[in-house]
């Protein structure tokens, strides 16, 4: 671990500050919507368009890095960003956040394909499972540490939008001074979606109902919060133990994902996480409830992103591993797309409670389905021996999935899955 930590400092100070500025940026403009009057419509739209921005940039960024370099790309991003950031305030309408939100999203998604390949770089085939999980609690820590940063400031001025502008432009600082050799860049083709449904529909079928319960956690929950008349601090809070309850989660997950039946496990959480996120609709407006459903729909749709993708590989040929998270990122990134829009239609047409009613239904709708897949095939037979579990958070993209799946094959190299 300090290896990795000596290694890979400056990457990881930088994503903490980066995702600092992103995770203050996606709760301060639910709130700040609601005071400039937009309706639950507008805001769902202007959440919606983040996840259009990351998924586009999810197809392009590799071809901009592979013709003029990390580095280059790196800073454009970064001041496009800080850029944005700014203008929010400044041009408070629907139709300007919109576009803001897609060129965020997309630098965003641009600015960690370039950080995560770097990181993959700077890892070894023994290290880089440690290398993930830090990269993935510096994801979190960053978050969680935004939703603080909210109380300290004046929601309808002009600070809270430039503090995640600083530590944005701040961010690149330490990446690009110290960050060398700048690695070769390539990413693996992603597996067809007709494979990978073959391989594994249930992995399919959750990576797209997840999307709508993260893009409604990162984009809609804020809104949510103002709604239902919650303070800043209890916004904060309510944001805060989503991420926490994830971060504390994974890895005992993980440990039980390696030693049972992975569907099951994936039956339980997605049970859990609907009927705990089915507590605030119907018991409304206390905010200890609030805090439970946060935490239970935290602690279990964020791991189930990671168990998703090693179940899909214990169907999976070692060499069709690293072309699998493509597909299933996409997949993800479409259900990203649709929930914010789904979510805002039923708070407008239920009240705040449709935020609980729409992760609820769309978990439920998992367990469901995990159930029916279950019966369908009982006994389902796993290629080799079960693939390993390595965490994964779900604003991460294709290059650390695909360094997930270089700790899965390792793993299953010292297990002696396959023979010379």
């Given at each position: 671990m300090l290896q990795v930590i000596s290694s890979s400092w400056a990457l990881l100070l930088g994503m903490f500050m980066l995702m600092i500025g992103n995770g203050l940026q996606g709760t301060l403009l639910g709130i700040r919507g609601e005071l400039e009057g937009f309706t639950t419509i507008e805001l769902s739209v202007v959440m919606?368009?983040?996840f259009v921005g990351f998924l586009g940039a999810s197809r392009i960024a590799p071809g901009m890095i592979r013709r003029v370099g990390h580095v280059r790309v790196f800073a454009a991003l970064g001041s496009t960003i800080s850029a944005v950031l700014v203008m929010y305030p400044t041009l408070t309408e629907p139709w300007a956040w919109t576009l803001g939100r897609v060129v965020i999203g997309f630098c965003f998604c641009g600015v960690y394909i370039t950080?995560?390949?770097?990181?993959?770089?700077?890892?070894?085939?023994?290290?880089?499972?440690?290398?993930?999980?830090?990269?993935?609690?510096?994801?979190?820590?960053?978050?969680?540490?935004?939703?603080?940063?909210?109380?300290?400031?004046?929601?309808?001025?002009?600070?809270?939008?430039?503090?995640?502008?600083?530590?944005?432009?701040l961010a690149f600082a330490p990446i690009l001074l110290s960050v060398q050799p700048t690695p070769a860049f390539e990413l693996t083709k992603p597996l067809s979606i007709r494979r990978l449904i073959d391989a594994s529909p249930l992995a399919c079928v959750g990576m797209f109902l997840l999307?709508?319960?993260?893009?409604?956690?990162?984009?809609?929950?804020?809104?949510?919060?103002?709604?239902?008349?919650?303070?800043?601090?209890?916004?904060?809070?309510?944001v805060s133990v989503v991420y926490i309850s994830a971060l504390v989660l994974q890895f005992p997950i993980g440990w039980m994902s390696d030693r049972m039946d992975r569907r099951r496990l994936i039956l339980v959480l997605a049970v859990i996480g609907g009927l705990g996120a089915l507590v605030s609709v119907v018991v409304p407006g206390y905010f200890g409830l609030i805090l439970f459903s946060a935490a239970v729909m935290g602690g279990t749709s964020n791991p189930l992103y990671a168990l998703l993708i090693a179940s899909t590989n214990d169907y999976l040929e070692r060499e069709d591993m690293p072309a699998a998270s493509g597909?299933?990122?996409?997949?993800?990134?479409?259900?990203?797309?649709?929930?914010?829009?789904?979510?805002?239609?039923?708070?407008?047409y239920f009240g705040p409670q449709g935020f609980w009613l729409f992760t609820s239904v769309l978990m439920l709708m998992l367990a469901v389905y995990a159930v029916w897949r279950m019966r369908r095939r009982p006994k389902r037979v796993v290629v080799g021996d079960q693939a390993a579990y390595a965490p994964i958070s779900a604003s991460s993209t294709m290059v650390a999935a695909e360094a997930a799946q270089e700790v899965y094959a390792a793993a299953e190299d010292r297990a002696g899955r396959h023979e010379d």
């Open positions: 919606s368009a983040y950080a995560e390949s770097w990181l993959n770089a700077a890892a070894s085939n023994e290290n880089r499972g440690k290398a993930l999980s830090l990269y993935m609690i510096m994801q979190m820590a960053g978050i969680v540490t935004a939703q603080y940063i909210l109380v300290l400031g004046d929601v309808s001025g002009y600070v809270l939008f430039i503090i995640p502008s600083i530590l944005v432009s999307g709508g319960v993260f893009s409604a956690q990162f984009g809609m929950s804020a809104v949510y919060g103002a709604k239902v008349g919650l303070s800043i601090a209890q916004i904060s809070l309510m597909g299933l990122l996409l997949i993800n990134g479409v259900g990203a797309i649709t929930g914010p829009l789904i979510v805002g239609q039923m708070m407008d």
